[in-house]
């Protein structure tokens, strides 16, 4: 069983059984999804394409132990709120602030992280989601 819920939305209805969904979405900017046993996972309609995209976020875990990494790497006080949507850049890293902090991760969670892929990653949130679809591949 799933559960949607809307912002900026004038209506939205679904119905989702295991391969099936139905949906009829009105001025749908994005929305969040809960499925039993996933806690993080987003909708995104682009209203341009009326394409329908579902991701799924990090673990609050993963997120908070990235946090952690930032917080050490960057020596941000204890009191410097971090959150998945930091931005490293406003959290005062510089490319070789990102570097170590991209190896610090690889350490902590035994991944490879490809430098393509480390460009793209601009916040903790990027780095989080980064992480476990490194780790479910790995697996």
């Not at 559960?3 to 119905?15: E, K, V, Y």
């Not at 394409?51 to 930032?70: G, Q, Y």
């Not at 959150?83 to 070789?96: M, P, Q, R, V, Y």
Request: charged residues 25%; contains cysteine.
């Amino acid at each position: 069983m799933a559960s949607i819920t809307g912002s900026s939305a004038a209506a939205i209805s679904c119905s989702l059984k295991q391969n099936q969904a139905l949906n009829r979405v009105s001025n749908l900017k994005t929305s969040s999804l809960s499925f039993k046993g996933i806690s993080s996972s987003s909708i995104r309609l682009n209203s341009a394409a009326r394409r329908l995209s579902i991701t799924c976020a990090a673990k609050p875990e993963t997120v908070n132990k990235v946090c952690d990494i930032v917080k050490k790497q960057l020596a941000l006080s204890a009191d410097t709120k971090v959150s998945g949507e930091s931005k490293f850049a406003a959290l005062g890293a510089d490319s070789l602030d990102t570097v170590e902090i991209v190896m610090g991760l690889e350490e902590e969670f035994g991944i490879s992280v490809e430098e393509d892929s480390a460009q793209s990653i601009t916040t903790v949130q990027d780095a989080a989601d980064l992480i476990e679809d490194l780790i479910s591949k790995k697996a």
